[in-house]
């Protein structure tokens, strides 16, 4: 149960009424500046909003483009859920032995954190045939790094009195690490979970570079490069649509279960 | 020597030889060995052109960095401190922003700051703010509760709070986001400049593949790895060590 | 000097107070007694304007307890120190806090002679992290008159100090106290403890809490622990409490 | 008779070329040899694809021939995927109909911005600035700037004026005239037409040694239906060019246009292609975009019917 | 049944004990006193094995500590409770901590049942952060008593406590002694506590510390507090302080 703080319902609506009036206008502004620029010009140089939102909701009708969407999705998941898995499991190795530690923190983790994922398009490229997997290959060896060093950091940040209260009640790891660890660590891998999410929609593009030619990120490409500044832009707002999606329906309900402190 | 340090070299030992072994049984177009990299390297040290490009995505990631981290803090702080801000800076401006695609970034950017390296800078820091925006909101949710109280109890200056109690409690998410920043930016900035810049390590790459001179991107590959690494080595590692020693029982 | 009145505070939809009201004068020292959990700190927090009433007035030398907080400063039940500085950089951040830029030598002077004064001398490099219970709240306390505040308000500060520690820092306490003229608020469980310190014992009682006694003592100072009307008023004490757990239990 | 074998076949990721392949996708030109799986591609990703042999033919640029023998990766010839067509259309300098720019010699000390400075079609711009109009064309040095900006990004910054002219190609060039908002200051084709008396290919269909060893049958039948595809569209122009329209968003007036003005698409390999790339490959040389002129000739699958 | 022999620890450089000897029979009620830092809480820490030892040795039941932590449970000085739980369920943890999966109802009626022993029953749906000091502590008292163990180490647990729930905690942990037969390990500031609950009071001196009392107490319970033998204890034990005190001063 959380703890919901009884706010005084006049002012606090009021103020909830005045942030989302706030925050309406951001969205209206970004848009205004965006008409201002757009207008005067040919759509095939920067389309108006209206002429995007149209697109976008043609699209939204075809056939094709929420196949491709679903694929990008699933990759997208599927590469998050995997390398917070890997990520963990350095972390945790990481945390148990130093010989461990040596190699994982000071090899794994600057390769991992500084080799371009250009450079793994192409080795994918090299290894695997084109497809799914190539792309989840690259998208894992981009976000395995930020998962790492997210959860290192959480294992970092234990609170050693309450590990010491664990220890005191059982020396069972299992248990200290359910019940004590894990719950300590949960925002940090939620906070993994987060960031390698919105990365992984970033650079969906390169990692389908390799050739699979499907996904949202190989239409942007296919509207570049064919210079559909609409169609580009429309597949841009639909990832936003999709990011938020998920961030509104699963990480934030996620996020709100488990808060670091109450 | 100790084990830990054994096991470190050891390891590098161990992935060099895999290397050797995976360049040896594929073709230089594919994938070239270490051999031929530190070659390449050599050469590459040797033209100031290159040398320059080396210094242009320095220079993007550098600006990129400042400008989304400050940008970012300054963003951070606004709804923590007047809380009518909250939905309009992170469920709208944040969110939208957390997930705009890169490319699309680029593209408004080109539009915006013509085609130079502001461009490149805008776009980068673009797709950087929304990550340090995330890290310092949670920071800030997270915030000792004691803590703040006990800052209250002794001033009601907010500067001084902020300074003194506020920021240190946040610096090891500062100090997180940073690490973290530094990584996406390279990985972002290399594709920008892969398929829109005309400067820089990324366009580099990029006319390396039109040669098909697969060892130059491995030698660019090696200096950013370098690079990272002593960042890591010299930078990030001694601060992390400071705030490992009083966490410490 | 210092006046709550009709104090009405509400936590967690729970009524911790409904009428609340008693005055400190200035000068005085006043030992707030109470069982546990009936608002002690709740109160002096509410004195100190770092929580907000639902209902009734705090009033502070005249002036809301949002506009007195510098002449105020408190010794927190749970010691608060940052864990990113040692004991005497703790007792620094207090006074950086409070007066903003300033000399560093002379504040770690001062930090150096308070931090000697509560018995520390020896561990101002210590982590919050390295020291031993009774050590970190001492650390709170010399935070706290690190500052030179009018009012001071403490929460049971010598709650972890063994007999021989409390006795010295008690009188370190007085001392200051009767040098300087300073307001104390001092929340304590040991009878005896307030009998030898105080000018009046305010004792409430159980929630919705208000004031079950309210002893002025009169025994000069220093006070004799057995001396026959301080032995009166602790018996009277206790009783209440007594009497207090016998109507809470039925 | 076991299963047909699969030719897997990259081919640039444009509408235009879409069409080309559109009867092979659409089973309107069948085999019981093999079976083609067609993919489109970006430029990026055919450059890597290429390297990485991960489709048994891919389409590639002419100039990338020579770099990739002098790396080591060995590619034949097995035809012709896109060349210019007659009019010499689609392949010239824009400016801004309001531009001061009137001919190409104006753009001396301005900023020519393009999709990729390396380019078949990039150097084949260069060579008419240079033989035709005189102007030094140097990437360092030369008489105007040149930069390279993303394709997409391109009638952006020439309406910004961060440009003050661009090299517009295909679908955007289309647009471009489309709009009214842009006039050419040059037809760059046009004029080498013009002045080399062929037409230049800029880009050929390849694949690799050691599999067309293995089976060059399938190879031969691959040329066959990719002819018999080029014919079909170009037979069933309504049929083809509709539905392809209708995926891609484009006017259907938009393949009529390029398949007459800008490009052939020629499906085989005929003696006056390989004159015409060892021509360009000598004026490549000359621009020092490449370093020496080669023949076409090592090219060439040793298999390969050479037409007339 | 416990004992302490020869042990030495260092902690930060610093030798807190070089040779601390001592034992603790089955059943016995042991009262751990000595100076604020002279590292009470550290011999507890080393009985449990919770903190490596630099010399000596320490044998619970004949057996090293690490195998004997399934016989021990702690009350340490601060409360420890997390902040994810309620009071309720921070008792529960402990049991599933100690006691891995099992019935989910059972433990939190039992859980239930301790929290009204320690006069939180109607407390129990609170989140740390809510609870008052005093609440904190006698939470984790309750998550101690929880998993029912046969060694109990209390780390000052009654110091945030009024006299009256202190009086009571003292009795119900008394009666718990009584009834079962436990061992127990208490660490106080208070000596009138000491002589009421203990069979023996340990005194230690200051760093590096050693035992410099061991006082037997073999009056009947339940104890007079004005009785004779415990009051020339007191003096006994007040005099060792000053003059321990007297040492440090020197
Ligand atoms: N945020 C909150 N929500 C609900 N109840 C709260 C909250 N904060 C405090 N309380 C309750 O208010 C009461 C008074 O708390 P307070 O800390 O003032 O007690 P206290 O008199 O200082 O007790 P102790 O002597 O144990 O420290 C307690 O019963 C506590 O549970
Ligand atoms: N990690 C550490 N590094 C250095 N010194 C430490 C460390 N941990 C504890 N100490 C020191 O060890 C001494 C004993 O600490 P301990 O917590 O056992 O004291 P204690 O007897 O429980 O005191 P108190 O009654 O104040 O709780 C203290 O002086 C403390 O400063
Ligand atoms: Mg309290
Ligand atoms: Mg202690």
Redesign the interface.
């Known amino acids: ?1 959380p ?1 919901s703080e ?1 706010r005084a319902p006049g002012r606090g609506g009021r ?1 909830d009424r ?3 009036l ?6 209206v502004a ?1 848009l205004a500046i ?1 008409w201002a ?1 757009a207008r005067g ?2 759509s ?3 389309p108006g909003p209206l002429a995007v939102a149209h697109r976008l909701l043609q699209l939204l009708g075809e056939r ?1 483009f929420l196949a491709n969407a679903l694929v990008s999705t699933v990759r997208v998941i599927l590469s998050v859920l995997i390398a917070c898995g890997l990520g963990g499991l350095l972390a945790l190795a990481a945390h148990t032995n ?6 994982i923190n ?2 794994i ?3 991992l ?7 793994w ?3 994918a ?2 290894w695997f ?2 497809g799914n997997f190539g792309v989840v290959f690259v998208q894992v060896a ?1 976000l395995t ?2 998962c790492l ?2 959860i290192d ?1 959480g294992f ?2 234990i609170d ?3 590990l ?9 790891a299992p ?2 690490w359910l ?2 660890q894990l ?1 300590l660590l949960m ?1 940090f891998i939620l ?1 993994a979970i ?2 390698s999410y ?2 992984a ?6 990692s389908e ?3 699979a ?1 499907n996904g949202l990120g190989y239409m ?14 429309a597949v ?2 639909s ?2 649509f ?3 999606l998920g ?1 509104r329906l699963v990480l934030v309900p996620l996020e709100r279960k ?5 | 020597m100790s084990r830990r340090a054994l096991a470190t070299h050891l390891f590098t030992l161990l992935f060099l030889a895999a290397w050797s072994l995976a360049a040896w049984f594929s073709p230089a177009y594919q994938m070239p060995g270490p051999w031929a990299v530190l070659q390449g390297a050599w050469k590459f040290l040797a033209t100031p052109n290159l040398l320059l490009q080396l210094g242009a995505s320095l220079y993007h990631v550098a600006a990129a960095i400042v400008l989304s981290f400050v940008l970012g803090c300054a963003l951070a702080l606004i709804p923590y401190y007047f809380p009518v801000a909250r939905i309009a800076v992170h469920r709208r401006f944040g969110a939208f922003l957390g997930s705009f695609p890169g490319v699309g970034w680029a593209l408004l950017a080109g539009m915006w700051f013509g085609i130079n390296s502001i461009s490149v800078i805008f776009a980068i820091s673009a797709v950087l703010l929304p990550f340090a925006l995330v890290n310092l909101n949670s920071g800030l949710n997270n915030l000792d509760a004691e803590l703040m109280e006990m800052g209250l109890s002794f001033t009601r200056s907010r500067a001084r709070t902020l300074r003194r109690v506020i920021l240190p409690l946040l610096y090891p998410y500062l100090f997180a986001t940073l690490r973290l920043m530094f990584g996406v930016a390279w990985k972002v900035t290399l594709a920008a400049e892969l398929f829109g810049g005309n400067s820089g390590l990324g366009y580099l790459i990029n006319l390396a593949r039109q040669d098909y001179d697969t060892v130059t991107i491995f030698v660019i590959i090696f200096f950013i790895i370098v690079f990272v690494y002593c960042a890591e080595r010299f930078f990030f590692k001694p601060i992390q060590a400071r705030f490992d020693a009083y966490a410490k029982i | 000097m210092l006046e709550l009145r009709d104090v009405m505070v509400e936590l967690g939809g729970q009524q911790i107070y409904d009428h609340l009201s008693f005055q400190v004068s200035r000068g005085e020292f006043v030992c707030l007694l109470g069982p546990s959990g009936c608002g002690k700190s709740t109160s002096l927090r509410v004195m100190g304007g770092l929580l907000p009433i639902a209902g009734g007035s705090v009033r502070i030398m005249d002036q809301s307890p949002a506009d007195a907080w510098s002449k105020l400063a408190y010794v927190f039940q749970s010691p608060r120190l940052v864990s990113w500085r040692n004991a005497l950089e703790n007792v620094v951040l207090g006074m950086e806090l409070r007066f903003g830029a300033g000399s560093a030598a002379s504040r770690r002077d001062k930090a150096m002679e308070l931090l000697s004064l509560v018995g520390l001398a020896a561990d101002t490099h210590k982590y919050p992290s390295m020291l031993s219970g009774g050590e970190r709240q001492r650390v709170a306390i010399a935070r706290a008159l690190a500052v030179d505040p009018e009012i001071i308000f403490m929460d049971e500060p010598f709650s972890a100090l063994d007999p021989s520690t409390r006795r010295k820092m008690r009188t370190e306490i007085e001392q200051i106290w009767r040098h300087t003229g300073k307001t104390i608020v001092f929340v304590t469980h040991d009878v005896d403890e307030a009998l030898q310190l105080a000018d009046r014992i305010i004792l409430l009682g159980r929630k919705p809490s208000s004031v079950q006694e309210n002893l002025m003592l009169k025994a000069s100072r220093p006070r004799d622990p057995g001396a026959a009307e301080l032995a009166a008023h602790r018996a009277r004490l206790l009783d209440t409490y007594a009497s207090d757990e016998a109507v809470a239990e039925t | 008779q076991g299963a047909k074998k699969k030719i897997s076949y990259a081919y640039l990721l444009d509408p235009a070329y879409d069409a080309v392949v559109w009867a092979i996708n659409n089973g309107k030109v069948k085999s019981d040899l093999i079976d083609i799986e067609a993919r489109s591609l970006a430029i990026p990703q055919l450059l890597q694809a290429t390297a990485s042999k991960q489709y048994d033919v891919i389409m590639t640029a002419v100039i990338g021939l020579p770099a990739a023998a002098s790396r080591g990766l060995e590619l034949r010839i097995l035809n012709t995927a896109l060349q210019q067509a007659k009019p010499g259309l689609g392949g010239g300098v824009w400016v801004k109909k309001d531009s001061p720019l009137q001919k190409p010699q104006d753009l001396k000390g301005k900023t020519l911005g393009s999709y990729s400075l390396r380019s078949t079609g990039y150097t084949q711009v260069r060579i008419a600035l240079q033989k035709k109009y005189g102007l030094n064309t140097a990437l360092e040095g030369g008489d105007f700037r040149q930069l390279q900006i993303p394709a997409s990004n391109l009638p952006a910054a020439l309406a910004r004026g961060s440009i003050d002219a661009a090299t517009l190609i295909h679908s955007q060039a289309y647009k471009a005239i489309q709009s009214g908002q842009y006039r050419t200051i040059a037809e760059t084709a046009r004029d080498n037409i013009e002045m080399f008396k062929v037409q230049f290919v800029s880009a050929v269909n390849v694949s690799y040694p050691e599999k067309l060893q293995a089976d060059a049958q399938a190879y031969m039948e691959f040329i066959r239906m990719f002819k018999a595809s080029v014919d079909y569209a170009l037979s069933h122009r309504d049929e083809v060019f509709n539905a392809v329209a209708a995926k891609s968003g484009l006017d259907a007036k938009f393949f009529d246009w390029w398949f007459t003005n800008v490009a052939n698409v020629p499906g085989d390999f005929r003696q006056e292609q390989a004159k015409s790339i060892d021509k360009f490959y000598e004026l490549s040389a000359e621009l020092g975009v490449l370093k020496k002129a080669v023949p076409v000739e090592p090219f060439l699958w040793d298999k390969l019917h050479i037409g007339a």
């Open positions: 149960m703890r009884p103020r005045a942030g989302r706030l925050g309406e206008l951001v969205v970004f965006w620029t010009l040919p095939f140089v920067l094709e130093p010989a461990y530690d040596g190699i000071e090899r983790k600057p390769f954190n500084s080799f371009p994922s250009i450079g398009a192409i080795l490229s090299i045939p084109s981009i790094p930020f060093i997210n950091q970092r940040a050693q009195e309450l010491e209260m664990g220890r005191s009640f059982t020396r069972s248990r200290i019940r004590i719950r925002p906070s987060r960031i919105g990365i929609w970033k650079i969906a593009l390169v570079l390799l050739g030619p942007m490409l296919q509207a570049q490069s064919t210079a559909e500044a609409v169609t580009f832009l841009c707002f990832i936003v999709i990011f938020v961030d488990f808060p670091v402190s109450r």
